[in-house]
């Protein structure tokens, strides 16, 4: 049994780990969490793949048990050989416009959290987008002192075009502190959101 130790994660720090843990074909885990929000979210997680879910309170976290012994070795093989195929051959090409270093509306702070776990998630989760596209003060994401540079890395080493506006770069005196992606235009913006099957602003 794999034992999971995601106390002091963020959200959705939690639910990637198990996440990782079943996609290596882990049968029987324990995830062990500090809060009701990543207790809630990893119960559910584990319901949706068909694992049994079980939690036990404790004095040093809750310890929760996912066991499912019915997914197979093969069973495995096969989903990822079908999501290699359409990641490679039949995905749409898509992306995201993104226009803020900020999630939603409200606490700036808050939204900030969202944000980098919004792009932790995005480069975690296949398939991949084909491009992201930074706007506005969105380009703060890619200069240094962004908390979200290795995500954005590492979606960028698999692939996934990453600009940003130079306007936007330029506006902010950030252009000399770009750390990932190049910088773009809008001519290039447009043409990619043009020929794209689907981009969504964010």
Known sequence: MKTIDARGKDCPQPVMMTKQAADAGEKELTVIVDNDTAREN???FGNKLGYNVNMENKE???YISLVNDEITDCEIATE???????NKFNQPKKGFVIGTDK????SDDLGKTLMKGFLYTLSETKPYPNFL?????G???TASGSESIDDLKKLESAGVKIVSCGTCL??????DKL??????NMYDIVETIAESDNAVMI
């Open 42 to 44: 990893v119960s559910k």
């Open 60 to 62: 040093d976290g809750i």
């Open 80 to 86: 990822e050989a079908v999501a290699d195929s359409i």
């Open 103 to 106: 999630l939603g509306k409200g």
């Open 133 to 137: 596209i930074f706007l506005n003060s």
């Open 139 to 141: 380009v703060k994401l």
């Open 170 to 175: 330029d506006f902010f005196e950030i252009k």
């Open 179 to 184: 750390e990932v992606g190049s910088v773009t």
